[in-house]
């Protein structure tokens, strides 16, 4: 998609009793569901907590599954459901993380300033010609998903979801890849962090996160990658799928920065390992028993095993 312009946005499908709310917006004149940009500072889930209290009144708990990851510095973050890329208008982009959600407090009011209207929708209601598919589609999922979520008690908590927040004045994307080959998972030692750790970087300007994990993978493997990853099939002019992370970290790197990383997991299907000199020590291929070494952190032996689970499940050992 030519763009010059890409900004991160964070989207949220909120369902209640069946339904899912959606807002008539008064400059695109079309129902979507509340969401807006990502400011400098933000990560996802922060952008997204606002904007539902800006746009709807609700305070709001995101249901999604979440690694169990326990280490200073490191916080995990719910994953989107999906990405798309939305261009919006000439010249600009959106990359937008969409969520499902629930309501848990707070009362319903309409931001009249952006808004004309608000709306509840069920599943028959989405089929109004007046909504585009990829919100039809989407909030049925999200209908359907939020109906078999688990009780509230056991999700993330409103205590649980301060605590990750990282007071920064710079919060940068990135993309990582977990990329498995017959049982084992490609690591780079890292000059600079003196650690092993997936491939990956800065997500550039003119970039989505898909554009930079192939960047990446080339730069500093050599290898061209597959995206392992289920997508909607949404097939709408101006809108293409983006293949979801498995999970999203918040990196605190100290002096006032921090990096929201979005984790995936990748295959080779083209090159041949060639590590980037200037970046790393050493490149290793690790299986379950070396992940277990106690100079692999905890992040990386967790995610690395289960990229492992996850490609043999798909194509066997």
Not at 168 to 186: E, H, I
Not at 242 to 264: K, N, Q, S
Not at 296 to 311: F, P, S
């Amino acid at each position: 998609m030519a763009g010059v312009d890409r900004h991160f946005t964070s989207t949220g499908f909120l369902v209640r009793d069946g339904k899912v709310l959606l807002v008539n917006h008064r400059k695109l004149r079309m129902w979507l569901p509340f969401g807006g940009h990502i400011e400098p500072g933000e990560d996802p889930v922060e952008a997204l907590h606002r904007e539902a209290r800006e746009e709807t009144g609700f305070e709001i708990e995101i249901v999604a599954e979440r690694p169990e990851i326990n280490q200073r510095w490191l916080h995990v973050l719910p994953a989107p459901e999906t990405i798309l890329l939305e261009d919006i208008e000439p010249g600009h982009i959106h990359i937008d993380l969409i969520y499902f959600v629930r309501p848990v407090g707070g009362a319903q009011r309409l931001a009249v300033s952006e808004h004309s209207e608000m709306r509840w929708f069920d599943r028959h209601a989405l089929c109004d010609p007046a909504i585009t598919d990829d919100v039809r589609l989407l909030g049925a999922r999200a209908i359907d998903r939020i109906a078999h979520a688990r009780p509230l008690s056991s999700v993330q908590s409103a205590r649980e979801r301060s605590n990750q927040v990282v007071p920064a004045v710079d919060k940068r994307f990135t993309s990582s890849g977990y990329l498995v080959r017959d049982g084992k998972v490609l690591l780079l030692n890292h000059r600079r962090f003196h650690m092993w750790l997936p491939f990956g970087g800065h997500i550039e300007p003119n970039e989505d996160p898909v554009e930079a994990l192939h960047r990446e993978a080339r730069e500093e493997t050599g290898l061209e990658i597959e995206i392992v990853a289920e997508r909607p099939a949404i097939d709408q002019q101006g809108v293409h799928v983006l293949p979801a992370p498995e999970t999203l970290l918040l990196h605190d790197i100290g002096d006032g920065h921090a990096l929201v990383d979005l984790v995936y997991f990748v295959r080779p299907v083209n090159g041949a390992v060639r590590p980037s000199n200037g970046e790393h020590r050493a490149v290793g291929w690790f299986d379950r028993e070396a992940l277990c070494r106690p100079y692999v952190r905890d992040n990386v032996r967790l995610l690395g095993t289960q990229a492992i689970d996850r490609m043999e499940g798909l194509y066997g050992a």
